[in-house]
C-alpha cells in the first residue's frame, strides 16, 4: 500500500499538495488527518502545520500501478510520452498517451498500441486484487477507429440483409470483435457470432433467422 | 542499443515470479540483432502466454524500438 503524508497551512492545503503528488483526484484517495493547524501565539510561537495522510483507494492504487507500469515500458523502449487516464463508464481505466511518438506507438494497424495495451494489463493483474479492465490510447486513435469498423459492421449488416447471405470477417482481436457484435446487437435482423479459435478468430454476420 | 535489451529485460522481470533469473543478452549481428532471454523454467510460461500472445506482444514492441533505431530485431526465448 503507498500512502503518503504532507503538511500544509491548513488540512486542505494539506491535502491539495499530496494529491498533488500522487497525481490523483480527491476521490480516489482517503484522507487521515494526523494533526489539525495551530496558529500559536499571535501566529509567531508555537504554530504547528496541519499533517495529513492521503491513502489512495484501491482504484487509485491500481490508477498509480498501471501508469507507473506503462511509464517504465515506455522509457524502456526510449518512448517520451505524457500518459493522461480516465475511468472508463462502463468500468475500468483508460491511458491516454501523447507526444512526439505517438505514430510508433500505434504501429501499423494498431498492433504496437495492443501489444503495449497486453503487456500492461498482464504485468498490473499479476497484483491480487480485483481484475482491472485496462485500455490504452495514443491521441484520439481508438476512438476513431471504433467508429470506423462500426460504420463498416453497418454496411455489411445491410448488404446481409439485401442479399440473405452471411458474412466473414476477416481474424479481429476481442477488442474490435466486441465493438462489432455491440453496434449490430440492436439490429433484430442479424446476428453476430464468432467462429474459430485464438489469432484466426472470425466474426461472422447472419441473418437473423439462418443457421450459420 | 541500449533499449532493446532493456526493454525485454523490463517486460521479463515484470512478468516472471524469479525476476533474478532473468537473463538477457544481445547478440549483435551485420543486419540483425538476436536478443536471447532465458527465465527459470517454471517462468517460461509466463513469458510465452497462452498460444504466445505474451511472446508475440514483446516482439511487437521490440520491433518498434528497433525500428526507431534503425534497426532489426528478434526474440529468442531460450530453455
Given at each position: 500500500?503507498?500512502?503518503?503524508?504532507?503538511?500544509?497551512?491548513?488540512?486542505e492545503?494539506?491535502?491539495e499538495?499530496?494529491?498533488?503528488?500522487?497525481?490523483?483526484?480527491?476521490?480516489?484517495v482517503?484522507?487521515?488527518?494526523?494533526?489539525?493547524?495551530?496558529?500559536?501565539?499571535?501566529?509567531?510561537?508555537?504554530?504547528?502545520?496541519?499533517?495529513?495522510?492521503?491513502?489512495?483507494?484501491?482504484?487509485?492504487?491500481?490508477?498509480?500501478?498501471?501508469?507507473?507500469?506503462?511509464?517504465?515500458?515506455?522509457?524502456?523502449?526510449?518512448?517520451?510520452?505524457?500518459?493522461?487516464?480516465?475511468?472508463?463508464?462502463?468500468?475500468?481505466?483508460?491511458?491516454?498517451?501523447?507526444g512526439?511518438?505517438?505514430?510508433?506507438?500505434?504501429?501499423?494497424?494498431?498492433?504496437?498500441?495492443?501489444?503495449?495495451?497486453?503487456?500492461?494489463h498482464?504485468i498490473?493483474?499479476r497484483?491480487?486484487?480485483?481484475?482491472?479492465?485496462?485500455q490504452?490510447?495514443?491521441?484520439?486513435?481508438?476512438?476513431?477507429?471504433?467508429?470506423?469498423?462500426?460504420?463498416?459492421?453497418?454496411?455489411?449488416?445491410?448488404?446481409?440483409?439485401?442479399?440473405?447471405?452471411?458474412?466473414?470477417?476477416?481474424?479481429?482481436?476481442?477488442a474490435?470483435?466486441?465493438?462489432?457484435?455491440?453496434?449490430?446487437?440492436?439490429?433484430?435482423?442479424?446476428?453476430?457470432?464468432?467462429?474459430?479459435?485464438?489469432?484466426?478468430?472470425?466474426?461472422?454476420?447472419?441473418?437473423?433467422?439462418?443457421?450459420? | 542499443?541500449?533499449?532493446?535489451?532493456?526493454?525485454v529485460?523490463?517486460?521479463?522481470?515484470?512478468?516472471?515470479?524469479?525476476?533474478?533469473?532473468v537473463?538477457?543478452?544481445?547478440?549483435?549481428?551485420?543486419?540483425?540483432?538476436?536478443i536471447?532471454?532465458?527465465?527459470?523454467?517454471g517462468?517460461?510460461?509466463?513469458?510465452?502466454?497462452?498460444q504466445?500472445?505474451?511472446?508475440?506482444?514483446?516482439?511487437?514492441?521490440?520491433?518498434?524500438?528497433?525500428?526507431?533505431?534503425?534497426?532489426r530485431?528478434?526474440?529468442?526465448?531460450?530453455?
Amino acid at each position: 500500500m503507498i500512502a503518503i503524508e504532507e503538511v500544509g497551512r491548513s488540512i486542505e492545503e494539506a491535502v491539495e499538495a499530496g494529491l498533488k503528488r500522487l497525481g490523483l483526484p480527491r476521490e480516489l484517495v482517503v484522507v487521515e488527518t494526523l494533526e489539525e493547524a495551530n496558529r500559536g501565539f499571535l501566529g509567531l510561537v508555537g504554530g504547528r502545520q496541519a499533517r495529513v495522510r492521503l491513502v489512495p483507494t484501491q482504484m487509485g492504487e491500481q490508477v498509480l500501478h498501471a501508469k507507473e507500469v506503462l511509464a517504465g515500458l515506455l522509457q524502456a523502449m526510449g518512448v517520451e510520452t505524457e500518459i493522461g487516464w480516465e475511468e472508463l463508464p462502463e468500468g475500468g481505466l483508460r491511458l491516454n498517451l501523447s507526444g512526439p511518438h505517438a505514430g510508433l506507438l500505434i504501429g501499423k494497424h494498431g498492433q504496437t498500441l495492443e501489444a503495449l495495451q497486453f503487456i500492461v494489463h498482464r504485468i498490473v493483474s499479476r497484483q491480487p486484487g480485483e481484475r482491472l479492465r485496462i485500455q490504452l490510447d495514443v491521441e484520439g486513435y481508438v476512438e476513431r477507429r471504433r467508429q470506423q469498423l462500426e460504420q463498416y459492421a453497418l454496411r455489411l449488416a445491410q448488404q446481409v440483409k439485401s442479399t440473405g447471405e452471411p458474412v466473414t470477417l476477416d481474424p479481429m482481436n476481442p477488442a474490435d470483435r466486441r465493438t462489432v457484435h455491440l453496434v449490430l446487437q440492436r439490429d433484430s435482423e442479424v446476428r453476430t457470432e464468432s467462429l474459430g479459435e485464438g489469432l484466426l478468430r472470425r466474426l461472422v454476420i447472419a441473418p437473423a433467422g439462418r443457421r450459420l | 542499443m541500449k533499449e532493446m535489451k532493456e526493454l525485454v529485460e523490463f517486460i521479463a522481470k515484470s512478468l516472471v515470479d524469479e525476476p533474478d533469473q532473468v537473463r538477457v543478452t544481445e547478440v549483435e549481428g551485420e543486419k540483425i540483432t538476436i536478443i536471447e532471454l532465458r527465465v527459470a523454467p517454471g517462468d517460461l510460461g509466463k513469458v510465452i502466454g497462452k498460444q504466445g500472445r505474451t511472446a508475440r506482444s514483446i516482439r511487437t514492441l521490440l520491433n518498434a524500438t528497433a525500428t526507431k533505431l534503425r534497426k532489426r530485431a528478434v526474440l529468442e526465448i531460450l530453455e
